[in-house]
Nanobody, 114 residues
C-alpha cells in the first residue's frame, strides 16, 4: 500500500508564502508523475501543479508565476513552494501519485487571510 504524507499547510496572510511537502512510502516513484491538487469548500478538486519523473512541470493558470513544484527522487518527496498567496488559494491541498492508479494524501489545509 502506498502512503502519501503531506506537511506544511497553515494560516498565512495574503502576499505571504508557504512550503508544502509530500513524502511517499514507496521507493520506486522516480518515474511516475506526482502532483498537487486542491479543493475549496463547495468546489471540485482541481489540479494545481504536477511534475513528471523527468522533471517536466505543469501548472494551473491561476498559480503560474507564483507556485513552484519540485521533487527529490532520492527522498521520494515532492514539494510545492507557494508565493504571493491570495485568499482564493485557500483550500485543502492534496498530494497525488499516478502509478496507473491515483494515490492521494490525507490533505493539508492552507488558509490565506485578506
Amino acid at each position: 500500500q502506498v502512503q502519501l504524507v503531506e506537511s506544511g499547510g497553515g494560516l498565512v496572510q495574503a502576499g505571504g508564502s508557504l512550503n508544502l511537502s509530500c513524502a511517499t512510502s514507496r521507493r520506486d516513484v522516480s518515474i511516475y508523475t506526482m502532483g498537487w491538487y486542491r479543493q475549496a469548500p463547495g468546489a471540485q478538486r482541481e489540479l494545481v501543479a504536477d511534475i513528471t519523473g523527468g522533471g517536466t512541470t505543469n501548472y494551473a493558470d491561476s498559480v503560474k508565476g507564483r507556485f513552484t513544484i519540485s521533487r527529490d527522487n532520492a527522498k521520494n518527496t515532492v514539494y510545492l513552494r507557494m508565493n504571493s498567496l491570495k485568499p482564493e488559494d485557500t483550500a485543502v491541498y492534496y498530494c497525488n501519485l499516478r502509478m496507473g492508479f491515483n494515490f492521494w494524501g490525507q490533505g493539508t489545509q492552507v488558509t490565506v487571510s485578506s
